[in-house]
């Protein structure tokens, strides 16, 4: 049980700016009753329980919205963690993002706490195909940190958009279309210009782009959060920031790939020497070196044919 005092320490620490941890996610306040929950840059591992990115907690009169699960049973106590030295209300609602091991694998833990999981169809389909695969390379990649964990799917599914209307808060829950996974989503509280993006928006990080992601959906998912002109903006990787921020680091780097790889493709280039690409205008992103290449050869597929 957490003390009185040490609650109050904690809330002290938060309010002054400086961070607070639970485990490997660092706790920062947003605006007021809204938190960014963020994990490491780094690879999935033992320590950090599949919980490298970014989760959001919105506190209201009559309990918690959590915006991603964490990546699995044990990564999600490790969020409740976090929670719990903040609030003692209890979650209410789950929202998952997306089809990502960590916006949906810890939806078992808040099940069986009593909350109300909440996600797109289009996420949920991309949960279903991709999920053997994904608790496959977590068992290699956090060992026992996985056990406890199982499938567990949204109790409210929708297609294009959802309103929740919780503790005096309306939440714009808005299917995005195509972006990093499927079945993006991102979260709208319009009483707190403040959005939560998912996977739609990386900063300090570069972004990945993988065989299910859909780099001209991306963009577009990125115009519709930044027609909403949000004050505050809750990566799926990364610190809260500004829209500037945001685009910065997501969106100016995947409109540059993808004209460096059409200039490249209109020059005869192949898959193969598309590594070579040059992208060191965002050099300064961590995981650069790792994802770059990757990125690249991913875009030239996707804009091959088009």
Do not use: C
């Not at 078992?108 to 991309?126: P, T």
């Not at 709208?188 to 300090?204: E, N, P, Q």
């Amino acid at each position: 049980m957490i003390s009185v005092k040490i609650l109050l320490a904690l809330v002290f620490l938060l309010a002054a700016g400086n961070p607070v941890r639970a485990g490997t996610l660092e706790i920062r306040k947003v605006t007021d009753g809204i938190w960014a929950l963020i994990g490491p840059n780094e690879q999935r591992s033992a320590a950090n329980l599949a919980n490298n990115a970014t989760f959001g907690m919105v506190v209201t009169d009559e309990g918690v919205v959590l915006i991603d699960p964490g990546g699995s049973w044990q990564g999600a106590e490790q969020i409740h963690a976090a929670i719990r030295t903040l609030t003692d209300r209890p979650v209410k609602y789950v929202i998952d993002t997306g089809g990502q091991d960590h916006r949906w694998l810890g939806n078992g833990y808040w099940r069986a706490e009593g909350a109300r999981v909440i996600a797109s169809a289009d996420a949920v389909a991309d949960q279903q195909e991709r999920g053997s695969m994904q608790l496959s390379l977590l068992a290699q990649l956090i060992g026992q940190g996985l056990a406890g964990t199982e499938p567990a799917y949204a109790d409210v599914i929708f297609d294009d958009a959802y309103l929740l209307d919780f503790g005096g808060l309306r939440f714009d829950i808005v299917s995005a279309g195509p972006a990093h996974t499927p079945g993006d989503s991102f979260v709208w509280l319009a009483a707190k210009r403040t959005v939560f993006t998912g996977d739609i928006i990386f900063v300090d990080r570069l972004l990945g782009i993988g065989p299910q992601s859909n780099a001209e959906g991306w963009i577009a998912a990125i115009e519709r959060i930044a027609a909403l002109q949000p004050e505050h903006v809750v990566p799926g990787h990364g610190h809260a920031t500004t829209l500037a921020r945001a685009k910065a680091d997501t969106y100016d780097y995947l409109v540059d790939l993808r004209q460096k790889i059409a200039d490249y493709i209109e020059t005869g280039g192949d898959a193969i020497g598309s590594v070579k690409v040059d992208q060191s205008a965002f050099a300064r992103l961590e995981q650069f070196e790792a994802l770059a290449g990757r990125n690249a050869q991913q875009v030239f597929t996707e804009m091959e044919w088009e």
